[in-house]
């Protein structure tokens, strides 16, 4: 049966992580975003938000926090990490309560991100690696399975289902597993929507689809985007 309240993002989670988020001064630096391949991911509006206060909204980080905490949820996989806010803050929780949390994005790891990372050991791990690459996803293989999993890569049908073939291929989703998938069209239909809808589709029946509208990494600084959210009934 599904959690209903996992979706409604408790106010302490949402404090903590404010918290947590007001010691991290600077997110990556101006330099290391620009020897990114791709600048991380970050165009440069969302990188003059992205060290403001986030404002008391919850956002995408606060959501997976408390489905993580109402299933005790202690694999986490994020697939597409950026400078590694969301990431930081979910690994944070979930290895306070002993899970091991993988991050696989092309980028090399942020330089910010491995120093906040330092010390904690196997329980926060990083691949550097294409979602369009199989053996970028093999060296995934004995770090799963996973049961929260967080989409947050190209953003385009493709490479969700790219995602999807090679978490089947190597089982890396535990049975019961929750999946988020982060921008969707906030109409509930469209090409985003329809490969959701098939992926979640062959996860079969016992899982249901819920979209919800959230704050993204720059919290309240732009509007509300939609998130696909794929967990047992
Ligand atoms: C929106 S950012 C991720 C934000 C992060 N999840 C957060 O909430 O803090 C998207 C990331 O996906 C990565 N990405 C884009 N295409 C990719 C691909 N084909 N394979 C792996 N990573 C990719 C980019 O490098 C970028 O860092």
């Not at 391949?37 to 997976?64: C, Q, V």
């Not at 089982?171 to 469209?190: H, K, R, Y």
Request: aromatic share 8%; with cysteine; glycine share 10%.
């Amino acid at each position: 049966m599904a959690i209903e309240s996992e979706l409604t993002v408790p106010r302490e989670i949402v404090d903590e992580n404010r918290a947590a988020l007001a010691t991290v001064p600077r997110w990556i630096t101006l330099e290391d975003r620009a020897a990114g391949r791709f600048e991380y991911g970050m165009p440069t509006r969302a990188y003059e938000l992205m060290d403001l206060p986030m404002g008391g909204s919850p956002m995408i980080a606060d959501l997976l926090v408390a489905i993580a905490r109402a299933r005790d949820s202690r694999r986490y996989l994020e697939i597409g990490v950026s400078a590694g806010k969301s990431f930081w803050l979910v690994a944070r929780d979930m290895v306070a309560r002993g899970g091991a949390c993988v991050g696989f994005d092309f980028e090399a790891i942020n330089p910010t991100l491995r120093s906040m990372l330092a010390g904690w050991g196997d329980a926060a791990s990083y691949v550097e690696g294409d979602v369009f690459d199989p053996r970028a996803w093999d060296r995934l293989a004995d770090r799963g399975p996973f049961d929260l999993v967080f989409s947050d890569a190209l953003h385009d049908p493709a490479g969700l289902r790219a995602e999807h073939e090679h978490l089947r291929r190597l089982d890396l989703t535990a049975p019961g597993a929750v999946i988020v998938w982060d921008d969707l069209e906030q109409s509930g239909e469209g090409p985003m929507w329809s490969a959701v809808r098939e992926i979640h589709a062959a996860r079969g029946g016992v899982y249901t689809l819920t979209g919800v509208a959230i704050n993204g990494w720059t919290g309240e600084h732009e509007p509300p985007h939609m998130v696909g959210v794929s967990r047992p009934r």
